[in-house]
Structures are given as C-alpha cells and as structure tokens.
C-alpha cells in the first residue's frame, strides 16, 4: 500500500549539507506522522527527527539539534530534513516513517556518507 520513498543522499564533505526529501506517489501523506531514522553500520537504529501530521509539532534528537530541520509541505506530498554542519558521524542510512493510527510504513532508506 503506502511507501514512502526518500531521495537526497550522497556523499559530502565534513561541513557540507543535504536535504533528504520523502514522499508517495499512491497516497497522501498529510496524515501521517513522520519520523526521520537512522542506523550506521554495526548500530541500532536510532530517531532523528518527526514531525506531526500538521507540522505544528517537531522534536529533534540532541545529537543532530541545531544541524538538522525537519519539515513538511503538505502542497507537494513531501517532508524534509535539512541537514547542515554534517559530521562523519552522520554517515548511516536514513529512513523515513509513516504513521498513522495502527498504520506505520517505513521508506527503503538512503545513503549518506561524510568524509573527506
């Protein structure tokens, strides 16, 4: 049914910046809350950042408070996460989460790689 689908990832330099993007083409995600996820080689998967269906609502994790933005445009079906003054260990596969009431789907994940 729902999956989401992010883009944006790649590979930047120490300090550099990325926007990851999700959204879906088969249904509206104005809905859902959405979370941001992440998970390094080796590590549990761990929250990023989410959002509520509104978008009134957004919490960051301490580790990427004031680096990374979340947000959301109900207009064109699809969340951000702005992500500045990127580190290496921001390097993991990142993950979008939909959720709504019993329902919650997850994205197939994207790649991001600081290094110099």
């Known amino acids: 049914q729902l999956q989401p689908v992010e883009s944006g990832g790649g590979l930047v330099q120490p300090g550099g910046s990325l926007r990851l993007s999700c959204t879906a083409s088969?249904?509206?995600?104005?809905?859902?809350?959405i979370g941001w996820f992440r998970q390094a080689p080796g590590m549990e998967r761990e929250g990023v950042a989410c959002i509520s269906s509104s978008g009134a609502t957004r919490n960051h994790a301490d580790s990427v408070k004031g680096r990374f933005t979340i947000s959301r445009d109900h207009a064109k079906n699809t969340l951000y996460l702005q992500m500045n003054s990127l580190k290496p260990e921001d390097t993991a596969v990142y993950y979008c989460?939909?959720?709504?009431?019993?329902?919650?789907?997850w994205g197939q994940g994207t790649q991001v790689t600081v290094s110099s």
């Open positions: 989460h939909a959720l709504f009431g019993p329902n919650n789907y």
């Open positions: 088969n249904i509206s995600l104005n809905s859902y809350g």
